[in-house]
């Protein structure tokens, strides 16, 4: 049994998408073990994706990122770091398969409604970002 993180980002958030995104993820049998709201400071997104610090996109994102309230939820299956990513469609919604979330809902390649851990360890470390373990069902 496979965990990662998924965040419905500000757009995701402001647009009334929440219900439509974990409707998805429920459909799938992919079972939600944590979940909770929040609003990132611009210092909290800016840790969240240090692995990004030296992009061009980095501040524009943490920005984006800090702009409103997010939901993060642990996303619990077997092989549910891909079969996540498969639901989100690729970063360009422009290249995102028909039927994806990008692919239905994003309006730009920063504002694309959703966030997933890329690999085991990014899925632990942002996992241990937002929850502790009594956080997680
Ligand atoms: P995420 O981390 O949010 O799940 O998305 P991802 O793996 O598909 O994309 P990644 O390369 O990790 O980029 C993280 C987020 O940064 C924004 N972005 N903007 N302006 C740009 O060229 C650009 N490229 C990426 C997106 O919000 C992307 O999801
Ligand atoms: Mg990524």
């Given at each position: 049994m496979e965990r990662t993180l998924s965040i419905i980002k500000p757009d995701g958030v402001s647009r009334g998408l929440i219900g439509e995104v974990i409707k998805r993820f429920e459909k799938e049998g992919?079972?939600?073990?944590a979940m909770k709201m929040l609003h990132l400071t611009k210092k909290e997104a800016e840790g969240f994706y240090a692995v990004h610090?030296?992009?061009?996109f980095f501040d524009s994102l943490t920005d984006f990122m800090s702009s409103g309230p997010i939901v993060v939820m642990v996303l619990e299956g077997e092989n549910v770091i891909q079969r996540n990513r498969d639901l989100m469609g690729a970063t360009n919604y422009k290249e995102a398969k028909p039927g994806t979330i990008r692919a239905d809902f994003a309006t730009d390649i920063e504002k694309n409604v959703v966030h997933g851990s890329d690999s085991p360890e990014n899925a632990q470390k942002e996992i241990a970002y937002f929850f502790s373990e009594l956080e997680i069902h």
């Open positions: 992919i079972k939600i073990a610090k030296e992009k061009p």
